[in-house]
Each structure stands twice: as C-alpha cells, then as structure tokens.
C-alpha cells in the first residue's frame, strides 16, 4: 500500500490526488446506500467507518475504494471497491473489508521517532545505510487482535531488500520484520557489496528531443530463434558477433538534453542510481545510445527504451491512464542494483525499479523489464491494493503479451511459451511458462511465482483468441477492480466484467467464460445485455425522407451462448421526414432486455445556388487517395458519409487541389457533403 500518501489521505482531510485518480465522485451518495443496503451480510459494525480514498474513471466505467477507518486511523489494506459501468450501473464489487476488527484506541503510546529508533535496531542499520525511510500509522489484525502498529519501511542503499518493520505502537515490541520488494523469481542471497552512494539528480527543467538506441527485442535468443549455448551464453557479461547482431536500432522518442549533455529521462520514464552498485547516470554528449552488452550502458537504455515504451503504449495506445502516483508520475529505474543479485524487484514504498546483474544481466532480458513493470501496473491501478496471489501472473502476462507480439517464435516452438527466455531456461535458473498445465485451486502450491503461472497461462490463452489489444485492455481494467485479498477466481471475474463494460463483443466475452473455465475458475453465469450505439446523424434524401435500415450490427447483445435474437423498432424499411426518432433494440434470449438511443435526421443536403459546379473527384472508384479539385472558399470543409448516412470522416478543404486519405474506409458507396457551398458528390471506396 502506498504508505506516505495514505498518512496524507488520512491525516488531512482525507483529501488526495494522484497522476491518474481523483477522490470525489457524483456516485459516492449511491455508493453508500449499497453499503448500507448490505452492511449485515457484510457484518459492518456501527464503529466502522469508510473513507473514499480513491476514484478511478476509466474505459470500464468508475471505481471507487472505501477505505476502513477506525477512529480517523486507516485499517490496513481493508476496503470495499465498487465499480460501476458506463451505464452507472454497480457491475462489480470486491472486497478486503475486515470485520473482525475491535473498536480500540488510536492514541499511540509511543512515538513515532522511538518506533523508528526500535525499527532500526531491529535491522541493525544505521541512517547512513539506508535511502528512504518512512513510517504510519495503522489499525491491523494480527492473529485475531485488533492492535494500533506503526508500519515502518526501510529502503537499504545496498538495494538487498524493502524492510517493512512493524512496531506495537503501545507497548514498542517489535512485531515483524519481513522484506516486502516484490521480485521477478525467488530471491535468492545477494552477492554482498557494501557501497555508499549519493544518487544524482537533475535540477534544471526537462528539455526532450529526440534520439536513437540499440537493444535487445526482446532478447537475443528470441531474435535470433536459438537455444541458450554456443555463441549465446552470457559468458561474464562478454559480447561477440552473434550477440552484437541480435541488437536492434529503436527511436528514443524523448531523452533529456540539459547544457549539451543528454539523459535517459522521457515523460514517463527516468533513470536513478539509488541501489549498490553505483554506477552513474550514463549521461552523454550524444543522443545516439549505440552500445554493446559488454558496456553497462546498453543495460541502462535497454531498460530505458522498454519501460519507456510500455508506458505509451498503455497512455497513449490503449488509451489507458496509468502512471506512477510519486515522483510526479515518472517511474524511477536502477539499470545496476540489488548489490548485483541475479534477480529484480519493484519497490512499492517509492514507485521504483531495480534490476540485478547475476549470470545473465536482468536488464538485458525484456521479460524481466516488462514482468517487474507489471508490479508497478498492478501497485497504480489499485492505489497500492495489490494481492500476491495474482502479482506474479500478472507480472508474466504483461510479460509475454509484450514478447509474444513480436512474432519471433512459432507456436509450435517450446520457447514460444517461455518466460524470461535469456535470463532463464539455463544454466542461471529454469525460468517460467504460460502453457502451465496445473489447474486451479487443486494445481495451487503456495508458491506464489509457481502458481502466478496458471493465472499467466489462462491469460495467453484469451490473447491467442482475440488479439493482444482487447486481452491488455480487459486485464488492466480488470485488474483495477481487484483488491489486496483477491485471489485468480476474483481477478477472472473482474476482468471479463471489464470486458463487458467495455462492451467487447458477445464472442470475446465467450471466448473468456471458455478459457477462464478451462484454466478451473468457477465462471457466473453472463447476464443477458445489450448495449446501443450511440446517438446515429444522418441525413434525407433528395425527397427529404430517410429509409431506415437495420442497426442490429450495430448493437451488441451479449448472452451466455451469443444466441440472442435482436430486434428494433423504429422498423426496419420505414421512412421518416427529418426529425428526432428514439430507437429500441431489444435482445431476446428467454428473456429480454432493451436498450435506446436517437436516430437524428437532419434535413436534404441541398445545393447553393452559388456553388461552383466545376468540381472533379478522382480517381473514382479509388482505393487509398481521393483528390478533390476545384474553386473553393476559405472555410470550406467536407463531410463523408456511408450509406447509412452515418458520418465516417470529416476534414477541412486547405487548397483548391486537396487530397484526402480514405484509406481505412470500408469498401462501399460513400457521399461527400461541402458544407459551405452545401454540394453533394459520391465517390466508390475500392
């Protein structure tokens, strides 16, 4: 949980903000009411209380977390979420809400600074070896008591772990100690260098531009199709012909230039040094980022360049807000720490990254980059809710959707399914798999990076289905819903819910019931929907009178065998003078639902008596460009509609000579509307 903004949620006002939430929302008063509405079966205590601690507007619709209170003081990682869909209708809820929790005292006996003074004893760490260290305040269930405990977090500069100290804020006993880094495989003992650091930092505002980088897509065994062996060992971090030519050359679309000296910082991406060993910044004099595995600084921007790209594809690609809620939303990255263990990890507490360099370096491996990103993933869309029982699953997936998208392996190829496929799959360590075979619950361990691999696994299956595009964008918005207790079973419901308020397809949505069941989650039942267009302006004809055609492709009913039948009245095949028309669509399977929206006819496009009539449009049929040539005003634009009279593509005309790129329109008769000399042409889309 994100510790230093919760003391600020709870001690101020309960008031926060974040790169990518909010925490008002016009649904809280109906929020709740459901909260009232189910507080027995839910066995809420009139000392309970709930604080709205975050809001998330998204794709799926809202998500609003209440956070459990004890007398002004945050029940730790307790909460009810609720989501609703675009609809405003409440599709899911999930919780972590402890009912066992006794109405004690919030007044601590000890202070915060003697808490601290124990932890650090308690570590055997002095204020000089460690980064970053901060402490709250938190009402916990340990073992059946109900307890005040300071939570403390320790950041060691060796980078060897993430301390979470917890401290009886009562009587000052020390409780736990246990290392909460969230890492890519089992930790292991880390190869022990002390080393004092001071991490650099820039001071100046940032200044991108562009720039260029070899790296590995997505690593040298995958690009070149090779077992691990021959020329392709790691080999002490030493590089020849075959490994220099598995590199790829990549656009750095932002890096710093501060003063003539260039740093691997973007909007969303930025390094630090802040693990041993020290290494530096890796700044230069260029922005050409050429460099072979054996410099430490094809590492930095191997990193640089995944996590960079990671995050625009999820911002900007899928159109999905999620950015860190520190570090004024930048993820930091360390290229070279955990005193160079051979393992990774992400760390919570400071929305961090480090990879480490035992046997195969991890940052030269993009499934370990893009797996310890899927930490970061899970730890913002939830605001700092994640569960462990899905954190690694969700790691491979993010993972492999990455590297399975460069087409590198056939699927007939073991490697297609592997997991770190350079890192591991060695003489280093075994690796993972998402064609994992064990069966949920009966195929669970309790070893959370085994059992990640069944949740991994019935993931890929979906994405082999319907594309890696629709699988990405249900499980992030899916992974929103989820909570700190939720296992596989409640993360395959939240995600196929999300698909369905997004409105994915009845096939999709199928396609998922299928997968998730085969992977032996326990899938309800889909309820019967269907979900409108929106609002549909067209135009009449020359006898101001529009035909109305069907729209059922245009709905999308959703049923547990997709056999719904769908009708719609206004009917089919009537003609209707211009005007406002709401349409019905109906889906029938058993039993019926309905949905509404307009149908706007405007009035016959007519023709100006001004118009100039020497218009050519060519070439007609035409399959990519269309040229539109003739006398124009300056403010003249154009409209295309389909025969359907649906507006497809809208454009201003710069020149009399102007050419417009129909490329992407579908096959078909389409209308070209001028609306300042309000003239008509048609043209054929080959």
């Known amino acids: 949980m994100k510790l230093k903004l919760l003391l600020f949620l709870f001690l101020f006002a309960m008031i926060i903000t974040t790169s990518f939430g909010q925490v008002s929302s016009s649904k809280e008063a109906d929020a709740r009411r459901w909260i009232t509405e189910h507080s027995k079966e839910l066995?809420?205590?009139?000392?309970?209380?709930?604080?709205?601690?975050?809001?998330?507007?998204?794709?799926?619709?809202?998500?609003?977390?209440?956070?459990?209170?004890?007398?002004?003081?945050?029940?730790?990682?307790?909460?009810?979420?609720?989501?609703?869909?675009?609809?405003?209708?409440?599709?899911?809820?999930?919780?972590?809400?402890?009912?066992?929790?006794?109405?004690?005292?919030?007044?601590?006996?000890?202070?915060?600074?003697?808490?601290?003074?124990?932890?650090?004893?308690?570590?055997?760490?002095?204020?000089?070896?460690?980064?970053?260290?901060?402490?709250?305040?938190?009402?916990?269930?340990?073992?059946?008591?109900?307890?005040?405990?300071?939570?403390?977090?320790?950041?060691?500069?060796?980078?060897?772990?993430?301390?979470?100290?917890?401290?009886?804020?009562?009587?000052?006993?020390?409780?736990?100690?246990?290392?909460?880094?969230?890492?890519?495989?089992?930790?292991?003992?880390?190869?022990?260098?002390?080393?004092?650091?001071?991490?650099?930092?820039?001071?100046?505002?940032?200044?991108?531009?562009?720039?260029?980088?070899?790296?590995?897509?997505?690593?040298?065994?995958?690009?070149?199709?090779?077992?691990?062996?021959?020329?392709?060992?790691?080999?002490?971090?030493?590089?020849?012909?075959?490994?220099?030519?598995?590199?790829?050359?990549?656009?750095?679309?932002?890096?710093?230039?501060?003063?003539?000296?260039?740093?691997?910082?973007?909007?969303?991406?930025?390094?630090?040094?802040?693990?041993?060993?020290?290494?530096?910044?890796?700044?230069?004099?260029?922005?050409?980022?050429?460099?072979?595995?054996?410099?430490?600084?094809?590492?930095?921007?191997?990193?640089?360049?995944?996590?960079?790209?990671?995050?625009?594809?999820?911002?900007?690609?899928?159109?999905?807000?999620?950015?860190?809620?520190?570090?004024?939303?930048?993820?930091?990255?360390?290229?070279?720490?955990?005193?160079?263990?051979?393992?990774?990890?992400?760390?919570?507490?400071?929305?961090?990254?480090?990879?480490?360099?035992?046997?195969?370096?991890?940052?030269?491996?993009?499934?370990?980059?893009?797996?310890?990103?899927?930490?970061?993933?899970?730890?913002?869309?939830?605001?700092?809710?994640?569960?462990?029982?899905?954190?690694?699953?969700?790691?491979?997936?993010?993972?492999?959707?990455?590297?399975?998208?460069?087409?590198?392996?056939?699927?007939?190829?073991?490697?297609?399914?592997?997991?770190?496929?350079w890192d591991g799959h060695n003489t280093c360590w075994t690796g993972r798999s998402t064609n994992y075979t064990a069966i949920y619950p009966a195929g669970l361990t309790g070893a959370i990076h085994t059992d990640g691999q069944i949740w991994a696994t019935a993931l890929m299956r979906i994405y082999d289905v319907i594309g890696r595009t629709k699988t990405d964008k249900a499980f992030l918005e899916g992974l929103a819903l989820t909570n700190s207790s939720s296992n596989q079973q409640v993360s395959a419901i939240a995600v196929r819910q999300a698909a369905i308020d997004m409105n994915f397809s009845c096939a999709d949505i199928k396609t998922m019931t299928d997968k998730f069941t085969l992977a032996g989650y326990t899938m309800p039942a889909v309820a019967l929907k269907i979900n409108c267009p929106g609002n549909q302006t067209v135009n009449a004809d020359g006898s101001n009178l529009y035909t109305v055609p069907s729209f059922a492709a245009l709905a999308n009913a959703i049923s547990p065998n997709c056999d719904a039948v769908v009708t719609q009245s206004l009917a089919v095949g009537s003609t209707v003078p211009p005007g406002t028309y709401p349409v019905t669509m109906t889906a029938t399977s058993g039993t019926a639902v309905t949905c509404t929206f307009n149908l706007i006819v405007q009035g016959a496009l007519g023709i100006n008596p001004n118009t100039k009539s020497n218009v050519a449009i060519y070439p007609n049929p035409t399959k990519n460009i269309l040229t539109i040539k003739g006398e124009f005003d300056a403010n003249e634009s154009i409209i295309i509609y389909n025969l359907l009279g649906q507006k497809v593509m809208e454009t201003a005309i710069k020149s009399n000579e102007e050419k417009v790129d129909v490329s992407k329109l579908s096959e078909g008769v389409y209308s070209i509307y001028f609306k300042t000399s309000k003239a008509t042409h048609k043209f054929i889309k080959e």
């Open 43 to 421: 066995n809420i205590q009139p000392f309970h209380k709930f604080s709205l601690s975050f809001v998330r507007k998204s794709l799926s619709g809202e998500t609003l977390r209440f956070q459990q209170m004890i007398n002004n003081v945050p029940v730790f990682q307790s909460e009810i979420v609720i989501h609703y869909s675009p609809n405003d209708e409440i599709t899911n809820t999930t919780f972590s809400f402890d009912s066992e929790i006794k109405n004690i005292s919030t007044s601590p006996s000890v202070t915060t600074e003697a808490a601290i003074s124990k932890s650090d004893l308690a570590l055997n760490l002095t204020k000089s070896d460690f980064s970053f260290q901060e402490s709250n305040l938190y009402v916990v269930n340990i073992e059946g008591q109900t307890k005040l405990v300071y939570i403390i977090i320790t950041n060691p500069n060796s980078g060897i772990a993430s301390w979470e100290t917890r401290i009886d804020a009562q009587t000052g006993e020390v409780i736990s100690v246990k290392d909460v880094a969230i890492y890519h495989h089992k930790k292991e003992d880390p190869i022990k260098k002390k080393d004092n650091k001071v991490e650099n930092s820039t001071t100046l505002a940032p200044a991108f531009v562009g720039g260029t980088a070899m790296v590995y897509m997505s690593d040298p065994l995958s690009f070149a199709q090779v077992p691990y062996g021959g020329n392709y060992v790691d080999n002490n971090d030493a590089t020849n012909a075959s490994l220099d030519a598995a590199r790829t050359s990549v656009v750095l679309p932002e890096i710093d230039l501060q003063l003539g000296t260039y740093r691997l910082k973007s909007t969303y991406v930025e390094i630090k040094d802040f693990e041993s060993p020290t290494k530096g910044l890796f700044t230069q004099a260029t922005n050409d980022y050429n460099f072979t595995r054996d410099n430490d600084a094809f590492e930095a921007v191997n990193v640089f360049y995944h996590l960079d790209k990671s995050l625009r594809y999820i911002n900007e690609t899928l159109g999905i807000v999620c950015k860190p809620a520190l570090n004024s939303g930048v993820l930091h990255f360390d290229p070279s720490g955990l005193s160079g263990a051979d393992n990774s990890h992400y760390i919570p507490a400071q929305d961090r990254l480090a990879f480490g360099e035992g046997c195969v370096d991890d940052a030269e491996d993009a499934d370990v980059i893009w797996h310890e990103f899927g930490h970061g993933i899970h730890d913002w869309l939830t605001n700092g809710n994640t569960s462990n029982l899905i954190g690694e699953g969700n790691g491979d997936y993010w993972a492999q959707s990455y590297s399975r998208s460069l087409n590198q392996w056939l699927p007939t190829d073991p490697a297609h399914q592997y997991m770190f496929s």
